[in-house]
């Protein structure tokens, strides 16, 4: 079983960057019971800042493979680099293995292209998700039309 989440980027959740502040703690802890429930054999991301970064270290913790569904060459390029150092730890990780889906610079498009590869490839989508416009929903929206079961947490409530 694959499981792949989507979820807002730190800008979203109150702008920690670390994951360590009460929001990402809720959100980590959230994403480690599903994970621990639904004992996958692969967690399947995109890698980018925030959720994404979050589940891969709950699941590298855990022992769970991880897939990092790459969706452009130098996704991080514009990041602050503390956090291009973290992703590329990550990335560098035995319990990692990088899927790059869209080869090539960055393109708008090329996010939606990695949102669609992740839920055709997954069983199940999490998603850290309050509802509003953007990736995230774009993301859900998709997977919903494929028939592919969404477990939303919203952070806020």
Known sequence: MRVAVTGHRPSKLGGDYTGKDTLAQKVRKWLRRQLESRQPNEAVTGMALGVDQWFAREAISLDIA????????????????????????????????????????????????????????????????????GGTANCVAYAEKCGKPVVVLNPFE
């Open 66 to 133: 991880v897939q990092a569904a790459i969706p452009c060459d130098g996704q991080e390029r514009l990041w602050p680099s503390p956090a291009q150092d973290r992703y590329h730890l990550l990335l560098a990780h035995p319990k990692v293995t990088v899927h790059e889906v869209s080869p090539g610079p960055y393109a708008t498009w090329k996010m939606q292209a990695r949102n669609e590869y992740m839920v055709d490839y997954s069983h199940v989508l999490l998603a850290i998700w309050d509802g509003s416009t």
